[in-house]
């Protein structure tokens, strides 16, 4: 009673919810909910529905972020990124129930205690059906409708029907009679309702004594409900079947908000005298019911939420209030203060319906919202975690790379000077060779001319085929000898040249290029073979022989030698450098008589012609040289000795005339021939050996030049391998970047559900 004097003394004072002003006799209430306590459910609903658009654009950019970061670049797996894509389905369907989120009041009571008039009065309009006897057949659901409109639809259906039709759908006198269970919505603009507009659903009921399948009706309409309100009639008591009906859902729904109406108040307006001790009565039985049978709040709590009202007088007061026609009689007497406590409970009732809601419904998306953000902030931390390890692994894969293509490129560098030393050595050493060994070889020719042994005949054709079966014979027999000493001795140093080259590639090569150097390092199957062409037939082309008898001690021979013997000596005097003239000459090649022109006491001009004249002078007979020489003879040693040395020497010529054989012939020919082809052939000692090093130098530059391609193909792969890791590393900062900066906006929106908590939920 105390709590009731209070209220009505604080409504009275106009320090209530809604501004309150009397008019006439007629209460007015300022529509305005600005300060109503529903506003805590508006903003909370506001403030999560824009948590979760920003929670649905974090997990969509993650999931872009995943699909980049899967696949080929590998940070993240298929797996991974199907976990985190499976979080936009569960944000979709949050937030699809955020949008239909509202506070639920569903009113119960006894058939014809005021229910759908309650309704009604908080509607500030006669909405739903009402009136003596059993009225509401069943659930009728009044909800804001987005649009001017008004309609209503039926469970299960999406046509709209006539708003009017509601008075006989709901009615329990229709012919067309719902399921009592059955849920009928009945849509009402917003911008006509405050409590509408604040997203309350208002949920009329048929009596709970007129079924028996509370069960049912408690499963399929009270288990999301917010609040409960029990309407009683004050004009009897709590009844038995209203108790029963509050018992089961106080089994089924824990702690439920309960709100007892004692309506039809107004009643007590024809026996004042009784007036606080049944009013006393009621509430002491009301708060016994709710703290101790139900024991849904305590004792002092329960007082709160007990009220003695008049839903008709209220709705009454509120159509006049909107000069709505009504066919009401004037109001009893107390119908203010039944009034006020009409609106005292509004009040109190938003308070609990609003944060009862925001606890019941945006506690669990609050929860649900930092565990996505959590799990997707989980799968983005293993793909920083993935990346960064990735990129030291990366970076120092980098500093190797680059580390060893540097050394690769000094190396090589420092290889390739030392083997064009090496190879400029030893072209050096076997021209040198080659040169030392033909002209060896050439001076031992007049050997190898005497093994020639095929039958020698001094006529012309047999003689040309001799000759060319000699010059064969002259080259193979040269190029064996050359053979069996130049090519072991060079192919050995070329072989170990090539192996020192192979063997330090092989070292600067990575691994999987090794095998290919390494090819090189075993030896040549083949020898190497020194290349030269000893083609005689063309060397000695224009060698011309000369056959013809020559009696050794005529006059011609002995002033030829005469002469030669001068020669010698003037040679001797200027003697030829080694690649003229080498330094032991065979001796039938130094027989051949050189003509040394412009040095000595004579010239070979004035030899010449001196020869001639003696020749001239001693062959041509009755001359008168002839005659003088012979006269001068005879007188100067006597004719005998004379005779004596003619017949000697005519035994002489007869002797050499006799033995101008084919023998004698063949070995004039090839002393002809050796001297001949020894001057040709150390015309060509530069030449060969010049070439014999070419060849060595191309063989070595070759091999060298594989080698260096070799290297430069690992280094080539090197580079670009470089050039991939750098893009990784590239790549794999950005992962890393991006992962970090998406990790911290989860950190972000954890934090924005924390002072969503705070704000709204921790009160
Ligand atoms: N005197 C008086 N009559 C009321 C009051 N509230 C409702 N009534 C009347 O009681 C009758 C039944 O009201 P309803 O609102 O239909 O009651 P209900 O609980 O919805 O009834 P059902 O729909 O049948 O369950 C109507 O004639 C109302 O005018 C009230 O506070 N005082």
Not at 42 to 51: E, F, L, P, Q, S
């Amino acid at each position: 009673m105390a709590a009731y004097v209070n209220r009505t003394i604080s409504m009275m004072a106009g320090d209530g919810p809604h501004n309150v002003a009397m008019n006439n006799g007629t209460v007015r209430v300022n529509m305005s909910n600005v300060d109503s306590p529903l506003q805590i459910f508006v903003r909370a609903k506001k403030k999560i529905n824009d948590i979760f658009v920003e929670i649905d654009d974090y997990v969509k950019d993650a999931v872009t972020f995943m699909h980049a970061v899967s696949g080929e670049n590998g940070i993240a797996t298929a797996q991974d990124v199907a976990n985190v894509e499976a979080y936009v389905s569960k944000v979709q369907a949050i937030r699809e129930v955020l949008k239909r989120d509202h506070m639920k009041v569903a009113f119960f009571g006894r058939t014809s205690n005021g229910k759908s008039t309650v309704i009604n009065a908080m509607l500030h309009d006669k909405i739903l059906p009402s009136g003596i006897g059993h009225t509401t057949n069943c659930f009728l659901q009044v909800e804001g409708s987005d649009t001017d409109e008004a309609f209503m639809r039926t469970e299960g259906s999406e046509e709209k029907l006539n708003v009017q039709s509601v008075s006989q759908l709901g009615h329990a006198l229709c012919a067309s009679r719902l399921q009592e269970c059955s849920l009928v919505h009945v849509h009402w603009p917003r911008e006509l309702c405050a409590l509408l507009r604040d997203d309350v659903v208002l949920v009329d009921s048929p009596g709970v004594d007129v079924t028996p399948n509370l069960d049912q009706w408690i499963d399929k309409h009270c288990l999301d409900a917010d609040v409960f309100v029990l309407v009683a009639n004050a004009e009897s008591t709590l009844m038995v079947t209203e108790k029963n009906f509050f018992h089961k859902v106080s089994t089924k729904i824990s702690q439920p908000n309960i709100f007892i109406l004692n309506n039809r108040w107004d009643a007590s307006a024809s026996e004042p005298e009784y007036l606080d001790q049944v009013r006393s009565q009621h509430a002491n039985r009301c708060v016994d019911f709710l703290s101790r049978e139900l024991r849904v709040c305590s004792p002092k709590e329960a007082e709160e939420r007990i009220f003695f009202i008049s839903a008709k007088e209220a709705l009454l007061t509120r159509m006049r209030e909107r000069e709505k026609p009504v066919s009401s009689p004037l109001l009893a007497d107390g119908h203010q203060v039944r009034y006020f406590e009409f609106v005292d409970f509004e009040r109190k009732f938003e308070e609990c319906i609003s944060q009862s809601a925001v606890r019941t419904k945006f506690a669990q998306h609050s929860r649900r919202g930092k565990n996505i953000a959590g799990d997707v902030m989980a799968a983005l931390e293993l793909v920083y975690n993935s990346s960064s390890e990735q990129k030291a692994a990366k970076v120092e894969k980098q500093r190797v790379l680059q580390e060893q293509l540097s050394a690769v490129e000094e190396q090589l560098t420092a290889i390739t000077r030392q083997m064009k030393d090496k190879i400029g050595r030893m072209v050096e050493s076997v021209e040198h060779k080659v040169s030392l060994t033909l002209s060896q070889e050439i001076r031992r020719l007049s050997a190898l001319v005497d093994e020639y042994e095929a039958p020698f005949r001094s006529e012309r054709g047999a003689l040309e085929l001799y000759k060319r079966a000699l010059h064969r014979h002259v080259e193979a027999g040269l190029g064996s000898r050359l053979k069996k000493r130049l090519s072991a001795d060079i192919g050995h140093e070329m072989d170990e040249a090539q192996k020192e080259m192979a063997e330090r590639m092989y070292n600067i090569l990575p691994m999987h290029k090794r095998a290919a150097a390494a090819s090189y390092i075993v030896p040549h199957q083949q020898p190497f073979e020194v290349l030269y062409r000893l083609n005689c037939d063309n060397l000695c082309a224009d060698f011309q022989e000369d056959l013809t008898f020559r009696f050794s001690y005529g006059i011609t021979a002995l002033i030829q030698r005469f002469q030669g013997r001068n020669t010698n000596k003037i040679a001797l005097k200027n003697p030829p450098t080694v690649t003229q003239i080498p330094p032991s000459m065979p001796p039938a090649a130094q027989e051949s008589p050189r003509p040394a022109p412009g040095v000595g006491p004579l010239s070979a001009e004035e030899w010449s012609m001196v020869s001639k004249f003696a020749l001239g002078a001693l062959t041509s007979q009755g001359t008168m040289g002839g005659l003088l020489l012979s006269g001068l003879l005879l007188k100067t040693v006597g004719w005998r000795v004379v005779a004596v040395t003619g017949l000697v020497y005519g035994a002489l010529y007869a002797y050499e005339r006799l033995t101008w054989t084919t023998r004698a012939q063949e070995r004039v020919f090839k002393r002809q021939y050796v001297a001949h082809a020894g001057r040709k052939l150390r015309l060509i000692v530069d030449l060969t050996s010049a070439n014999c090093s070419h060849q060595v130098q191309q063989e070595l530059s070759t091999m060298f030049a594989r080698l260096c391609r070799l290297v430069d193909e690992a280094t080539t792969e090197m580079d670009s391998e470089l050039t991939e890791v750098k893009e990784a590393i590239k790549m794999l900062d950005g992962a890393s970047t991006s992962a970090k900066k998406l990790r911290n906006k989860a950190n972000y929106l954890c934090h924005e559900l924390e002072l969503f908590d705070d704000a709204f939920l921790k009160h």
